[in-house]
């Protein structure tokens, strides 16, 4: 579940004349850059779905359903895939690059005619991403004086940028989003050092290439808090696209929520990315744990959730995306559910916090994402809604 230029803020200033007579005088407003002319020239015109597969490592059997599941999803018209490193992952010490699993991610993405998207996580979800020299725990303190958007981390990001870009460009990614939900960072990094951030970055990554989309992914952007509000407001004005993650759950809760909340959220959605197009980079919703699968018996549901409410979720917006220009595409998050094991990795780590409530939710989430059972590999009705999807997708392309 785991780039950024900012408006200002237009200050009105009514003061006294030199001379002592009164007078007022008004800042000329300062207006954002307006939505480029073609905001995506890598990827084609049209309405495009994907899904990733999921994190966990397969077995023999999974693997060769998820190839299946894969070729089916192209024949359809699936068109685009997702690839996500860590700044961390591809840099191992200072300018020293490793190139293997960049490449082997995009030529995967790539094999099969997908269009590929790269999430570069560097702020993700609750956590730092950075080369590990620059995470060492003396490093990032207020004594140390290294901060977020100080002027080593940017000096050393755009290094990474000026051999990242030109690799991501050979492959003609179509977008890039430079941060995965940095908003869940606010309190333990300060919100303007993560705004000069992103702003720097995509700034100069935009300066490298203007044919890669470049965006950050921000979680909760429907919602009414005011940080995320303004957050919002100051970052998208700078983007390419906007990049939003998206799943049928109220935030705050863990319930599943209803198609009017679906569709209030979607409106606001466009409203918040002030005419960019929309890029849904994770798209889901959990089946619940009623829909295990075979011999398994599923513990107390704690979310409401269930497989005809994933599927009606998928269903809806599909059908957004397909006739709402503004909506321009979509991953699904995702194929298979996390094994027992890896969900219980993320949800564990409350329940020793003193959290069971939000950690049995998190859990039945996690575990219950997939379009297809871990269980049993048995696939939901949410995969037919998602073959119909993208052959319906591909239809509105002219394909």
């Not at 960072?185 to 470049?214: C, M």
């Not at 921000?218 to 919602?223: L, P, R, S, V, W």
């Not at 409530?357 to 037919?384: I, K, M, P, Q």
């Given at each position: 579940?785991?780039?950024?230029?900012?408006?200002?803020?237009?200050?009105?200033s009514l003061g006294l004349a030199a001379c002592g007579g009164e007078s007022s005088s008004i800042v000329p407003p300062i207006v954002p850059p307006?939505?480029?002319?073609?905001?995506?020239?890598?990827?084609?015109?049209?309405?495009?779905?994907?899904?990733?597969?999921?994190?966990?490592?397969?077995?023999?059997?999974?693997?060769?359903?998820?190839?299946?599941?894969?070729?089916?999803?192209?024949?359809?018209?699936?068109?685009?895939?997702?690839?996500?490193?860590?700044?961390?992952?591809?840099?191992?010490?200072?300018?020293?690059?490793?190139?293997?699993?960049?490449?082997?991610?995009?030529?995967?993405?790539?094999?099969?005619?997908?269009?590929?998207?790269?999430?570069?996580?560097?702020?993700?979800?609750?956590?730092?991403?950075?080369?590990?020299?620059?995470?060492?725990?003396?490093?990032?303190?207020?004594?140390?004086?290294?901060?977020?958007?100080?002027?080593?981390?940017?000096?050393?990001?755009?290094?990474?940028?000026?051999?990242?870009?030109?690799?991501?460009?050979?492959?003609?990614?179509?977008?890039?989003?430079?941060?995965?939900?940095?908003?869940?960072?606010?309190?333990?990094?300060?919100?303007?050092?993560?705004?000069?951030?992103?702003?720097?970055?995509?700034?100069?990554?935009?300066?490298?290439?203007?044919?890669?989309?470049?965006?950050?992914?921000?979680?909760?952007?429907?919602?009414?808090?005011?940080?995320?509000?303004?957050?919002?407001?100051?970052?998208?004005?700078?983007?390419?696209?906007?990049?939003?993650?998206?799943?049928?759950?109220?935030?705050?809760?863990?319930?599943?929520?209803?198609?009017?909340?679906?569709?209030?959220?979607?409106?606001?959605?466009?409203?918040?990315?002030?005419?960019?197009?929309?890029?849904?980079?994770?798209?889901?919703?959990?089946?619940?744990?009623?829909?295990?699968?075979?011999?398994?018996?599923?513990?107390?549901?704690?979310?409401?959730?269930?497989?005809?409410?994933?599927?009606?979720?998928?269903?809806?917006?599909?059908?957004?995306?397909?006739t709402r220009d503004a909506l321009r595409a979509a991953t699904v998050f995702q194929l298979n559910d996390w094994s027992p094991a890896l969900s219980r990795s993320f949800s564990?780590?409350?329940?020793?916090?003193?959290?069971?409530?939000?950690?049995?939710?998190?859990?039945?989430?996690?575990?219950?994402?997939?379009?297809?059972?871990?269980?049993?590999?048995?696939?939901?009705?949410?995969?037919?809604?998602?073959?119909?999807?993208?052959?319906?997708?591909?239809?509105?392309?002219?394909?």
């Amino acid at each position: 579940m785991h780039p950024i230029k900012f408006g200002m803020i237009l200050w009105v200033s009514l003061g006294l004349a030199a001379c002592g007579g009164e007078s007022s005088s008004i800042v000329p407003p300062i207006v954002p850059p307006p939505p480029p002319v073609n905001q995506i020239p890598n990827l084609s015109a049209g309405p495009h779905l994907g899904y990733i597969i999921g994190f966990d490592v397969l077995d023999t059997q999974q693997t060769a359903n998820a190839a299946s599941r894969f070729a089916q999803a192209v024949a359809s018209g699936m068109s685009i895939s997702r690839v996500q490193l860590g700044w961390g992952e591809l840099e191992s010490a200072p300018g020293v690059y490793e190139l293997a699993d960049l490449l082997l991610a995009l030529d995967v993405a790539t094999a099969s005619g997908q269009q590929p998207f790269v999430t570069l996580s560097t702020l993700d979800t609750s956590e730092l991403t950075l080369p590990l020299d620059l995470m060492a725990a003396d490093r990032l303190t207020p004594a140390a004086a290294l901060t977020i958007d100080g002027p080593e981390i940017r000096a050393r990001f755009e290094a990474f940028l000026d051999w990242f870009i030109p690799e991501l460009a050979a492959y003609r990614v179509w977008g890039l989003s430079i941060a995965n939900e940095p908003s869940t960072l606010f309190e333990s990094i300060d919100q303007q050092e993560i705004t000069n951030f992103l702003i720097n970055g995509a700034e100069y990554a935009n300066a490298l290439n203007e044919q890669i989309a470049i965006t950050a992914t921000i979680a909760g952007a429907a919602d009414s808090n005011s940080e995320i509000v303004q957050f919002l407001a100051d970052l998208i004005p700078h983007f390419d696209i906007a990049s939003f993650n998206f799943y049928c759950l109220s935030s705050s809760t863990l319930q599943t929520t209803d198609q009017a909340v679906w569709a209030t959220a979607i409106d606001t959605f466009i409203a918040r990315a002030q005419g960019r197009e929309i890029f849904f980079q994770e798209l889901g919703c959990p089946a619940g744990w009623g829909d295990l699968g075979g011999s398994v018996v599923p513990p107390p549901q704690m979310i409401n959730a269930t497989a005809q409410i994933q599927a009606d979720f998928f269903r809806y917006m599909f059908a957004q995306i397909e006739t709402r220009d503004a909506l321009r595409a979509a991953t699904v998050f995702q194929l298979n559910d996390w094994s027992p094991a890896l969900s219980r990795s993320f949800s564990d780590p409350l329940r020793l916090d003193g959290d069971p409530v939000t950690a049995d939710r998190l859990e039945e989430w996690l575990a219950t994402v997939g379009l297809c059972r871990w269980s049993d590999g048995a696939c939901r009705e949410a995969y037919d809604v998602f073959i119909d999807g993208v052959a319906r997708l591909a239809a509105a392309r002219g394909e």
